[in-house]
């Protein structure tokens, strides 16, 4: 029989075990993260040099360093300048942008709303920023005028969508349930005055709604991008500050209040946060379904529930899987650009249904 | 491409010799109650001998041809999308029920049968899946024509001007069509392609009212956009890709760089800036800037040589036979130097529209103007 002496011993190595266990399990997840930007940047990196013009490596790359580090002046506006500088670059760091504030906003959202389905689009802001758009698109009718006619519509519709789901649940002590059945149902309301815009519009118009919503890249530029890129690194970062308090509301509302989380604050804050991401991101691109639904699936599959690394990694997946779908669309029958929105499902759904055949647990 | 411009050719001489065959038609019962026609999608159709009241559905040219051949006071209804093209030119549009809504292309069946129509006359597209024949066939005949480009359009006009009893005012109409059709064609029908300047038509952003990229435009399916870029003398850089309306990339058209560049400006795009209602050309002029600051156009031939034309979309591919002859001043104003598209564009509406409507004191419908 072991003495005391030893059972202690015993526990301490199997204290030990598991604590490198711990930490080793946590630089995978780590290096899961570090790895992923050089990934993403070696994406971008090839993805600027793909298009349907016909310009070398050489002159892509000349470009860019010309305008990096000697500054605007030293470029003369040439083919390769607008084509790799104004057109390619802008479109594929707004790929870049617009799948990371996805893939954080929708791991954030999954884990907030305590649903596996739920994407950065539950509150409704799609169905919203589309009928913001119709209303522009179809009748003239718009917030702001000029080149914001559009955007500005789909950005304030969008806003006001998410805080009346915000506002009603915050009266039910912002419980999951309630935001998704009000997300829900104002994604329906939406939908249905959206179509009945659609039912009075002439076709061509109503056609050019609908090609909005689908979601596309190409519509930016520069200044659209540093918007977006303002607004997402700002969220993305308030994201990751709150991901530690995901990660013990994960453990129920109970617990995490025994803990001393601020459990409705929390969920109203990161809601707003991804609202606010989303809604902008979605005024400039349309609507770009799947990568905010399927990111932090494949990186839960991959690196666990942990969301102090699922929040950043679920936007570079998402980043990495937007630019790719992207480069996709605007090489594979170029000249000819196809909807992004339908090629990120194309190219991620056999990826996707692979990984979930192969998983053994659920999705909680 | 040749090929079908000297067929193009040959139709209209053999229109203005009053031979061509109305293909497709037959009369049955001994009667003559009734006529059977082939429509444009090949059906076999059997309409009234005497059609009395008709309802236009669709878009563009539909009502526009049955008014030009005298048959407008048979239409009964009609549709949202054509009361709004026409309401300008032909204002008794207006009070004429509309029994479908453009967008969706439903019909109110209930009533198209209240209304006591004999015919519906749709186009392809609007007929879609056939659900508009499944629900008013047979007791309402519905009859598919095509008549939004060259291809088929004599063809088209001659079966509508029988079916409608309006044989001799159908041929006084395709006579008008033919001179002027022809005097563009007999020009341009000999360009060498190297004559012929490489053209970039397009109507705006694909997905939304912005300008784009990417730039939707026509491809090789399309029934009109290339064809009559074609038959102006021009070759539209779209001309071999696939689809019929499709979205271009930007870099494609700095890679082709087009001679000219043909923006066609629509109502729907919630740009007043052009058509019937604008009368000032000061929006279109703002808007023209814009375009030529392009990314994709800024170092274009045509930007450089000036050759950025806005032409009103209506006229462009609604009233396209006109609109041809826009196309034919713009691309070759050496060759046409006697050539007056407004003149032409007003002669369709006071002769065969029997509209008041003065285009050369209102409305803009080309910039700059020639």
Redesign the interface.
């Known amino acids: 029989m072991a003495s005391s002496t030893e059972r202690i011993d015993a526990l301490r190595n199997q204290n030990r075990r598991l604590k490198e266990a711990y930490q080793r399990q946590r630089l995978r997840k780590r290096l899961f993260v570090i790895v992923l930007v050089p990934i993403v940047l070696a994406l971008i990196g090839s993805a600027i040099s793909f298009g349907s013009a016909d310009i070398s490596f050489f002159d892509v790359y000349r470009v860019i360093f010309t305008r990096v580090f000697a500054g605007d002046s030293a470029e003369p506006v040439t083919r390769a300048h607008i084509i790799v500088w104004r057109l390619r670059l802008p479109r594929v760091m707004m790929g870049v942008i617009a799948g990371i504030a996805l893939g954080s906003s929708g791991a954030v959202m999954q884990v907030v709303l305590r649903n596996p389905l739920a994407d950065p689009y539950m509150l409704g802001i799609s169905s919203a920023a589309a009928f913001g758009a119709s209303l522009a698109i179809v009748l003239g009718i718009g917030v702001f005028g000029g080149t914001y006619l559009v955007i500005g519509n789909a950005f304030v519709f969008s806003l006001v969508s998410s805080g009346l789901i915000l506002a009603l649940s915050a009266r039910r002590n912002a419980s999951p349930e309630v935001m998704l059945l009000t997300g829900l149902a104002l994604l329906f309301f939406f939908q249905a005055i959206t179509t009945i815009i659609q039912y009075f519009g002439e076709s061509d118009a109503v056609r050019a709604a609908v090609f909005w919503a689908v979601g596309d890249l190409g519509r930016v530029d520069w200044t659209m991008v540093a918007i977006c890129a303002a607004v997402v690194v700002v969220g993305a970062s308030l994201l990751i500050w709150k991901s530690g308090d995901l990660n013990v509301m994960s453990t129920g509302d109970a617990s995490a209040k025994s803990l001393g989380i601020n459990v409705g604050g929390t969920r109203v804050f990161t809601m707003i946060v991804c609202t606010v991401m989303v809604a902008t991101i979605v005024s400039f691109t349309g609507t770009i379904g799947f990568v905010g639904l399927v990111a932090p699936h494949l990186v839960r599959m991959m690196i666990g529930a942990d969301n102090r690394i699922l929040v950043p990694a679920s936007g570079l997946v998402g980043a990495l899987l937007l630019v790719l779908a992207d480069t996709v669309a605007r090489t594979i029958v170029s000249p000819v650009i196809l909807p992004v929105g339908a090629v990120t499902a194309f190219l991620g759904v056999p990826l996707f249904v692979y990984l979930i055949m192969r998983r053994k647990g659920g999705f909680a | 491409m040749r090929l079908s411009r000297g067929i193009t050719v040959l139709m209209f001489v053999l229109a203005l010799a009053g031979q061509l065959p109305a293909e497709g038609m037959q009369e049955v019962g001994s009667d003559q109650e009734t006529i059977t026609v082939t429509d444009f999608l090949g059906r076999e159709v059997v309409v009234p001998a005497n059609v009395e009241r008709v309802a236009t559905l669709g878009?563009f040219m539909n009502y526009g041809i049955v008014v030009a051949i005298g048959a407008k006071d048979m239409i009964v209804g009609t549709s949202?999308?054509l009361a709004?093209m026409y309401a300008s030119t032909v204002p008794d549009i207006m009070s004429l029920p509309t029994v479908a809504?453009?967008?969706?292309?439903?019909v109110d069946y209930e009533q198209v049968f209240e209304l006591g129509v004999d015919l519906v006359i749709v186009d392809p597209t609007t007929f879609g899946d056939g659900t508009i024949a499944t629900n008013l066939e047979p007791e309402i005949a519905v009859y598919v024509a095509d008549v939004r480009g060259p291809a088929e359009f004599v063809e088209e006009v001659s079966k509508l001007g029988l079916i409608l009893n309006r044989e001799d005012e159908a041929a006084t109409f395709l006579q008008w069509y033919q001179e002027h059709m022809d005097s563009v064609i007999s020009v341009t029908d000999s360009l060498v392609d190297e004559d012929r300047p490489k053209v970039f038509s397009y109507?705006?952003?694909?997905?939304?009212?912005?300008e784009?990229?990417?730039f939707?435009t026509y491809?090789s399916a399309s029934t009109t956009g290339n064809s009559i870029l074609d038959l102006a003398g021009g070759q539209s850089i779209t001309v071999n890709?696939?689809?019929e309306?499709?979205?271009?990339?930007?870099?494609?058209v700095?890679?082709q760089d087009p001679d000219f560049i043909i923006r066609e400006v629509?109502s729907?795009?919630?740009l007043p800036i052009m058509g019937f209602g604008i009368d000032d050309t000061a929006a279109a002029s703002n808007h023209r800037d814009v375009i030529m600051g392009q990314?994709?156009f800024?170092?274009s031939t045509a930007v450089q040589n000036d050759e950025l034309h806005l032409l009103y979309g209506d006229v462009a591919q609604g009233f396209w036979f006109v609109g041809l002859t826009f196309y034919a001043k713009m691309l070759h104003p050496d060759l046409f130097p006697d050539l007056d598209p407004e003149a032409i564009f007003q002669d369709f509406l006071t002769k065969f529209l029997e509209s008041d409507y003065d285009v050369s004191a209102n409305g803009v419908f080309v910039y700059p103007a020639f």
Not at chain 2, 101 to 106: L, R, Y
Not at chain 2, 203 to 210: K, T
Not at chain 2, 245 to 252: C, H, K, P, R, T
């Open positions: 878009t949202t999308v709004g809504v453009s967008g969706m292309g439903d109507y705006g952003g694909e997905w939304g009212v912005a784009g990229p990417p939707g491809g890709l696939p689809g309306f499709i979205a271009l990339d930007a870099e494609s700095i890679e629509y729907w795009n919630n990314d994709a800024l170092l």
